[in-house]
């Protein structure tokens, strides 16, 4: 139930605030800060594995209702960058997960999984299940996440408009 609260104090407070993807940002700032061990007598909270299904199958469905045959007509129509993008992407990614495991002694499957795109609460499922350094995987995530929101995105909003 602390897990909620924060996750939903914090992500409302961000989404009224107007920042993007508020929500999900503030959930995971809320949800970690109300799970930290501020007393010696306080322990983490792991969220059951029914909860994360739960979980995934609502960030699936959010995601299903927008798939749509006019979506996958219009990404048709641009394939050729979006494929080329996904290339680059793939070549900037193995860079990473060659730094990651060399520089910083990263197990393949947690510098994989730090890297692989996708939504927060899929990899870091995945990241739990297949015995990651959760940690590492979150800590990536949410840098490049921040990174795209509050860097990357006003960078090609004043230079596109």
Avoid: C
Avoid at 19 to 37: D, E, F, H, R, T
Avoid at 39 to 46: D, E, G, L, V
Avoid at 128 to 155: C, E, N, T
Wanted: net charge positive; glycine share 8%.
């Amino acid at each position: 139930m602390k897990l909620l609260l924060g996750g939903v104090s914090v992500g409302s407070a961000l989404e009224l605030l107007g920042v993007p993807a508020g929500m999900l940002i503030g959930s995971i700032i809320g949800s970690a800060l109300v799970n930290q061990p501020w007393t010696r007598r306080m322990k983490p909270t792991r969220l059951p594995i029914l909860a994360r299904q739960i979980g995934l199958v609502t960030v699936g469905l959010a995601a299903g209702v927008l798939l749509t045959v006019d979506s996958l007509l219009n990404t048709a129509a641009i394939a050729l960058p979006v494929v080329l993008a996904y290339l680059g992407l793939t070549a900037l990614n193995l860079i990473f997960i060659t730094v990651l495991m060399s520089r910083y002694q990263v197990d393949p499957v947690t510098a994989v999984l730090a890297v692989t795109p996708g939504g927060l609460a899929e990899v870091t499922s995945i990241a739990i299940d297949k015995g990651a350094q959760v940690a590492v995987v979150l800590s990536v995530h949410a840098v490049r996440l921040f990174s795209l929101v509050l860097v990357i995105l006003p960078i090609l909003l004043l230079v596109l408009s």
